[in-house]
């Protein structure tokens, strides 16, 4: 309906559809008109009163209008054109068209070829709080893509290689005693890197011993390439299982180590343009002043890589295996000097997809105890944090419903605190950091995910009630609450398409919350079942019910018909 409100104005005002679009606003009240168009930046151009402007514009496009127009009035006031909306006829038209299309609303064909690479975990410790950001984040804009018709390939890098990783193998080799796994194997791991930063502090030898252990690595050593081996693969099968409890899938995985010697020849070939250079300690290095970026190492005296080294070569690799259109590297902000300088030196290598690609820079996660810190052993694991969310979502389940049986406590909590969990880090603008708090997640009430779904579960129940619906559903009197949700419903597309513009979840998730919050007010004061309106309600119901799942979808959330 804002497109029919751009169409009309472009008749008669001098100005392109994106400026339009972006002066118009939706007013405070229904009684001032459903869509607003400011007149004072007009007033400049053509030198005359806004209100005089207003009421010149509102007067020629009335004389368009006819009986059966979308927009059934336009007046103007104090320097605004206001529209007015044929109600009724926005809500047929609206609810028609979702009953419809379904799942399919609100769907659009880019045709692009994209990926988003995101979890990239290093194998030495189990995923924590701050991953399950970055998955969440990674999967949602991933269907966010794929939504809005883009060719969407998910991938990961597994960083399983380098002086990190050697911290742990340090670590088991001398306290390990060939244990095998007594936990999760991935905490196992874990416990390892901590035991290794405690040691480390009493002896900073133990860091050298690392660096030792990695060129050993490099070279080969087959003692050092066999313990990597067990307690990589201790570590990758324990995000595994963690992927596969928040309904995570890759369509494509990378490992470092299969990699990097790779990103040692580009650097090598960079040394051979004099793009680089050696310094006379052995390093390799690019000045990047020009760049405000200063010097950045590329390979250590001993020859040994460094993160940007295997990441050269990734990046040329999944351009030549794919062919994409853009590539998009969901990583947290502490990295963004990174890929700054990644990006430059790609550019600088002659790579032309170098500025196809994009770093979705999101904030830090912290608890209200503070800040979490791997070394130190502070950090919320993942899969204890699920666990702690889905003890507090059965209590919750428990006081509410006496009869449900231990399965179905088992199953709906597990939802509810995924959908907590999930919502909770996706609200927010995933440029700024966040503070998680697990009891607040978990309310059914307020803005969190168990109140998206209790929406949901509150609108299935209704349709449910009908044993036969009725025929036919005409709108007699539609009332406030219907024409804000109905207004609600025909605003998902453009959601969407802003989403997928700026990469940005968020815009979903606050979307889902007002339409839940629009419905349940519908829900309050507008008797569905038993009166003169019931068809036509219970369409409206269904079409509310289509979009909260598709926004749910969006978010990586599980609706569930039943709370």
């Not at 994209?114 to 975990?121: I, L, N, Q």
């Not at 990695?214 to 693969?233: A, H």
């Not at 702690?388 to 605190?417: A, M």
Request: aromatic residues 10%; glycine residues 6%; charged residues 30%.
């Amino acid at each position: 309906m804002k497109q029919r409100v751009i169409d009309l104005l472009k008749k008669e005002v001098k100005l392109n559809e994106e400026e339009i679009s972006r002066l118009i606003s939706v007013p405070p009240t229904i009684e001032m008109g459903d869509f607003s168009f400011p007149c004072f930046s007009l007033a400049k151009i053509e030198k005359k009163s806004p209100i005089l402007i207003a009421e010149t514009i509102a007067e020629k496009l009335r004389k368009d209008l006819t009986k059966n127009s979308e927009i059934s009035n336009i007046d103007a006031k104090a320097g605004y054109v206001n529209f007015f909306l044929n109600k009724n006829m926005l809500a047929t038209s609206v609810i028609d068209k979702i009953l419809k299309e379904k799942e399919k609303y609100g769907k659009s064909k880019e045709g692009l070829r994209m990926m988003v690479e995101f979890a990239s975990p290093n194998t030495n410790k189990p995923l924590h709080l701050g991953h399950l950001r970055n998955l969440s984040i990674g999967e949602s804009v991933s269907r966010i893509i794929d939504f809005s018709g883009d060719k969407i390939i998910k991938s990961s890098i597994n960083n399983d290689r380098g002086v990190h990783i050697c911290k742990s193998m340090v670590a088991y080799d001398e306290f390990g005693k060939n244990k095998q796994p007594d936990k999760k194997s991935d905490h196992f791991v874990g416990d390892f890197y901590v035991m290794f930063a405690k040691k480390a502090k009493e002896d900073p030898s133990y860091e050298e011993k690392a660096l030792e252990y990695l060129k050993k690595w490099e070279e080969g050593d087959k003692k050092i390439i066999s313990l990597w081996k067990k307690m990589n693969k201790w570590a990758l099968d324990g995000f595994k299982e963690t992927y596969k409890l928040f309904g995570i899938s890759f369509d494509k995985e990378y490992y470092e180590s299969e990699i990097y010697k790779e990103g040692k020849e580009i650097v090598q070939q960079g040394l051979d343009k004099g793009i680089f250079s050696r310094r006379e300690d052995g390093a390799v290095f690019i000045n990047l002043e020009k760049e405000n970026l200063g010097e950045k190492v590329l390979l250590r005296p001993d020859g040994t890589s460094i993160y940007i080294t295997q990441d050269l070569y990734l990046a040329v690799l999944k351009d030549k295996e794919y062919k994409l259109d853009g590539s998009i590297y969901v990583v947290g902000n502490e990295q963004e000097y990174h890929f700054k300088v990644l990006f430059s030196i790609l550019k600088k290598l002659g790579y032309n997809f170098a500025n196809k690609l994009t770093h979705l820079s999101y904030g830090m996660v912290e608890l209200p105890e503070g800040k979490m810190k791997s070394r130190e052993g502070t950090v919320v694991d993942a899969d204890d944090l699920i666990a702690n969310v889905q003890n507090l979502s059965k209590e919750e389940i428990e006081k509410r419903y006496k009869d449900l049986s231990k399965k179905e406590i088992e199953e709906r909590s597990l939802k509810i605190s995924l959908a907590a969990i999930k919502y909770t880090l996706l609200k927010t603008d995933i440029k700024n950091n966040m503070m998680f708090n697990p009891k607040e997640s978990i309310s059914f009430e307020g803005n969190t995910g168990p109140y998206l779904l209790y929406s949901y579960a509150r609108a299935n129940s209704i349709v449910k009630k009908v044993e036969k619906k009725a025929k036919e559903s005409k709108i007699i009197d539609l009332k406030e609450q219907e024409i804000k949700l109905i207004k609600e419903l025909e605003n998902f597309p453009q959601i969407v398409k802003k989403a997928y513009n700026d990469l940005a979840p968020n815009l979903i998730a606050n979307y889902a919350f007002d339409l839940s919050q629009s419905f349940n007010e519908f829900y309050h004061a507008c008797p569905v079942l038993g009166n003169k309106e019931e068809a036509f309600r219970l369409k409206l119901v269904e079409a509310f019910k289509i979009v909260l799942k598709s926004s749910l979808n969006l978010l990586g959330i599980q609706e569930i018909d039943e709370m």
